[in-house]
């Protein structure tokens, strides 16, 4: 049972360049969520899913888009890099009625 | 919608010592609570959570926090600390919508000395 698994776990962009952070959960999960790190900030919800086909913003949704097209995949795209995009991004799902989440180990995106 | 504050960046105790992170939220309606634990390089972990019931809540590797309603606070502690407890530690609220969004605080650094 992998849980949450992202990919890629480390990456560099040039400013302007798109990239897509894939994110799988294998727990059939209906929600997933991605959530940025930065330090001192905790974590802030960018995008969430309650299932397929469904995707609303979070707190920073700016520069970011996502989709939902099945259970178990929600990637998160940028589509023009910037450097206040430089963080570490995680992914996570959970189930109701309880509110764990499970989280990846995260992707370490740096923006130059 | 809620916020959540942990009123220490950094705390640095001695091996085999207590020690208690403190944490307190703002939410105008009920929330769960939580505590995940983030190891270096790691993902976040989920410690303990309180749902309802009994407001002192046991964890895994011994923490234990406690939920004051009236306080709006849910502190972690544990009563002996271990090297390999060293790592960073966010308390996250959820409201009840169903949604099971979390508002983190801005996390604790547990830095734990022999």
């Known amino acids: 049972n992998a849980g949450v698994t992202q990919t890629p776990k480390f990456r560099i962009l040039k400013i302007g360049q798109s990239m897509t952070l894939q994110c799988t959960q294998d727990?059939?999960?209906?929600?997933m969520y991605w959530y940025r790190q930065d330090p001192g900030m905790g974590l802030k919800l960018i995008y969430y899913?309650?299932?397929?086909?469904?995707?609303d913003k979070g707190e920073v949704p700016n520069g970011y888009n996502v989709s939902r097209s099945t259970t178990e995949d929600f990637p998160l795209r940028l589509e023009l890099a910037a450097p206040s995009q430089t963080s570490v991004y995680f992914c996570a799902s959970s189930y109701p009625p309880e509110a764990s989440a499970f989280f990846g180990q995260g992707t370490r995106l740096t923006v130059v | 919608a809620q916020s959540v504050t942990q009123l220490d960046s950094q705390v640095p105790v001695f091996e085999e010592a207590p020690v208690e992170l403190r944490c307190n939220y703002s939410s105008s309606v009920s929330v769960y609570l939580f505590w995940y634990v983030q190891y270096p390089n790691q993902g976040l972990q989920l410690l303990l959570k309180y749902l309802s019931g009994s407001t002192l809540v046991k964890g895994i590797n011994g923490f234990e926090a406690e939920f004051n309603k009236s306080q709006t606070s849910f502190h972690l502690r544990k009563p002996s600390v271990h090297i390999s407890d060293t790592a960073e530690y966010f308390c996250?609220?959820?409201?009840?919508?169903?949604?099971?969004?979390?508002?983190f605080g801005g996390g604790t650094r547990l830095m734990v000395k022999p």
């Open positions: 899913s309650v299932g397929a086909g469904i995707t």
């Open positions: 996250a609220v959820s409201d009840l919508r169903g949604d099971n969004m979390l508002t």
């Open positions: 727990m059939n999960h209906n929600y």
